[in-house]
């Protein structure tokens, strides 16, 4: 497990609640970028797929929309193979609702805004890549936006893969 973020797993996941809904993304620390042409919009970034494979690996479910699911390395495929696909808002209702245990959704959009704006997840993790600022990237979706009404800012950390690239991992937690 990565040392940046084991703290946080445990926090989150000791809330011993019988529901425990995580979502998880990435976006472009500078831009919001978080899309191209339903994939992302950048390819095998080292330190978030670390982070989620930390997170999968103590997941009782993940959901995913088909485009999603299509674009996860596929090695995240075979040591996950039963990944529940969600495609629309209503979907999303309907998956929660049967499901106990620890959850991770990963997306996409539109998932995630409607999950955000209806209070579905307890967690909300958010990871901001940083890369050189000279390193373009295309994109036609950025990262959905929180509701600090229904999520309060818990944490902010960090870590580097060398001086120019990174990742700032931002923790929120639903508003009780």
């Avoid at 019988?18 to 993304?25: P, Q």
């Avoid at 103590?58 to 075979?78: C, D, G």
Wanted: net charge positive.
């Amino acid at each position: 497990m990565h040392p940046v973020f084991s703290w946080m797993l445990s926090h989150f996941l000791g809330d011993n609640m019988i529901r425990n809904v995580i979502a998880i993304w990435a976006c472009h620390f500078w831009t919001r970028a978080f899309g191209y042409k339903d994939k992302l919009p950048w390819s095998n970034y080292k330190l978030d797929l670390e982070i989620l494979d930390d997170v999968l690996s103590q997941a009782s479910h993940i959901v995913a929309s088909k485009a999603l699911k299509a674009n996860l390395p596929k090695s995240f495929l075979t040591k996950y193979p039963n990944i529940i696909e969600c495609n629309s808002q209503d979907t999303l209702d309907k998956v929660l609702i049967r499901l106990t245990g620890t959850i991770v959704v990963l997306g996409g959009r539109t998932v995630f805004q409607y999950g955000i704006d209806n209070g579905l997840f307890d967690h909300i993790i958010e990871n901001e890549l940083f890369f050189p600022r000279h390193k373009v990237l295309e994109y036609d979706t950025v990262a959905p936006r929180i509701n600090q009404q229904k999520y309060k800012f818990f944490q902010k950390r960090h870590a580097t893969n060398n001086k120019d690239e990174g990742i700032y991992i931002n923790y929120w937690e639903k508003r009780r």
